[in-house]
Structures are given as structure tokens and as C-alpha cells.
DNA sequence: ACAAACCATAACCAAATGGTTATTGTTTGT
DNA sequence: ACAAACAATAACCATTTGGTTATGGTTTGT
């Protein structure tokens, strides 16, 4: 599996519109800017700069589809984070450690 | 346990400096204010405000000695960042699922 | 007693950030 | 054909951020 840096996802979801509108894409799934917008209670530019960062962070993907984009949570670019935190959350080491040598030998 | 809100500690480990700092405390144990900026490359004031900002998000505590300051890493503030995975990251949803249902049945 | 060490705070600054309105390019419905 | 809908980009603005140097308050060593 490549590693990525954990900067973007970092920075990504450290603005709480933007973690929401990931959060939301989780969620309810696939949607279009024009919904998206609706939601987060900010104009269509500022949605659609947001988006740009998830995107750049490979946390959303986009679609377009005629004069709209339906973008949708790509939670596999999470990795670099539970990664981190595999690393540097000491305190939840001990759970990883176990977890993975259990995953490890249920699934071969 | 305290459910405290992600977001202070989605801030603090955006920026890399201040993630530097956490994951140097981490590795290395309780460091005074001063080897932290031996360490980190910038000003010593700009090393306490990062680690004002950590301090703010629970993720250090600091324990004052004499003229000097000590700082340790307290990664149990990283339980609202897990908490976050569990709910949005759908991904890891069913990797922690299966992890604490095993855990539950090893440790009772 | 006093100079030096340690750290926090103040004052300041440039750059980044998150928002806005205006505009443009497609696509769709009539 | 054309007006409206959708989304991205541009241009702009206020605030926040991350850094700096300067200063002040304790504590320590001599």
C-alpha cells in the first residue's frame, strides 16, 4: 500500500465546513455541488473551493454528469491518518498492534 | 470517559510544527520548553504558542520545575480523532468493529 | 547580589485562509 | 434559439495564522 503524507488529510478536515461536508458525503453518499451547497449554509464558490481541498487530499472524488458534478467520500484516503495515529497515538498502540496481528492471521 | 469535541485537536495537529512537537514528546518523553526548540528549528516563542495551541486540545500537559517547564504528550486527547474515524470513515468501520469485538472476547 | 538561563507574553508582520460577489463556460429545457 | 441552471474561476476582502524580535518575570549558579 503507498504511503502518503498526512499533511493534506491533515489540513483537509481541520475545517469543520469542510469535515461536515465530508461527513455529509459519508453519509448520505454521492451528491451534486448544488446540493452540497444547500447543506453547508455557504455560497456555491466557497463549496466548491472546499471540495478542491478534499479533492487535493483524495478524500472526495468528482463526477460530472451533464452541467453537474456529483462528488462522493473517498474514506480510504483516511489511511494516512489512522496510520499517524498507529504511529504516534501511544496510547492506542497496544489496540493496533493486537488488531493487526489479529486481522492478520483471520484474513490470510 | 469525557466525550470532548474533535475539532480543537483536528486544528492542533494540522499544523506540521505543532505535529513535530506532539509526535517528538511522544517518542522521546517529557521535554523541557527549551530542548523542544532545539528540536523544532524555530523561535522559542513560537514554540510556546504551538504549544499553547497542543495544550488547548488536551494533547499535552505541562508540569513547571524550577526556572524550566517540562511538557509531556497526553495521547488519550487523540480519543475524539478515533471516535471521528469510527462514525466517518466508513473504510475502517468494519476493521474496528471486528477489532473490538475480538478484544472483547480476549481481555474480559 | 547579580548575571544568566528559562519561558511566557506583547507587539508586530507577511502570508494563508475562508468567505463574499461577479463572471464565465457548459448543459438543459422550452 | 435562448433563457435558466449548474459549477468553476476570478477578484477581492477581513481575519487568522505562524513566524519574528523585544520585553518581562522567575529561578538558578556564582
Known amino acids: 500500500m503507498k504511503r502518503v503524507s498526512a499533511n493534506p488529510v491533515f489540513r483537509a478536515l481541520a475545517d469543520p465546513t469542510r469535515r461536515s461536508l465530508f461527513e455529509e458525503l459519508t453519509r448520505q453518499g454521492e451528491q451534486t455541488v448544488h446540493a452540497l451547497t444547500r447543506y453547508a449554509g455557504v455560497s456555491q464558490p466557497a463549496v466548491s473551493k472546499h471540495l478542491t481541498v478534499l479533492k487535493r487530499a483524495k478524500l472526495v472524488r468528482h463526477r460530472r454528469e451533464g452541467r453537474e458534478t456529483h462528488y462522493r467520500a473517498q474514506p480510504e484516503a483516511l489511511a494516512p491518518l489512522v496510520d499517524w495515529l498507529e504511529h504516534y497515538g501511544a ?17 490470510p
Open 91 to 107: 496510547f492506542w498502540r497496544d489496540r493496533f498492534d493486537r488488531l493487526e496481528a489479529l486481522l492478520e492471521r483471520m484474513d
